[in-house]
């Protein structure tokens, strides 16, 4: 089961987005990686090798290790402990490449006792037109039965400057969000999409790549 956190923090003027991800049991892995002004700032690993093979205990000593390990960089970030250089905005004539949704693989998040919660992009064909993205989702519990109120979010993991957009599901369960795709300074960047209602959770992730720009002659 693979786990993850995207957060944002600030300190004075800079601004650093913090992304924390369980690699998958073939590296056995967490990786901690901190970006500011379209640079890799800092990056920390440690293996989980000790709880391999995996089962429903290991899993969830692996997630409270994988949050511990997210909690205490974005601690070490605003406190100072770790020095980081300001993060200024990318230039305004750097290229802007499009991002190419590669097959959406779903990932459910499950920790123990969480109830998971089914996202699904309605629109996973046509979500993106040029740089505007439109994502049409629904939100189901185990029982395909539709769920109001989910707080859901969609964020730009590996992109230039943090993006981070929010919305809730109607009574049907459906729940639009709409946006312009930043620039990405990861080739490793993913569109994440995830929801929450109480303590029921789901996620979504697709791989995203930049497209090369063809030189005009």
Known sequence: MIFGHNTNVSVGKSGYHVQTEDAGTASALIDTTVYGGGRVLHRRTNNYLDLLPLNPDREAALKLRLDEQHRQVLEEIRSGVLSLPPSVPAQSGAPTPAAIPVTPAPVAVKPASREILAIELVN???WLAGKRATLHLRITDSKANSISDAKVTASIAGAVEPANFF???????????AFDMPRLADPNAALLIEATRGSAHGQLRFQLRARQRVPVS
């Open 124 to 126: 996973s064909k046509t």
């Open 167 to 177: 919305t809730e599901s109607d009574d049907h369960g459906e729940a639009n969000i």
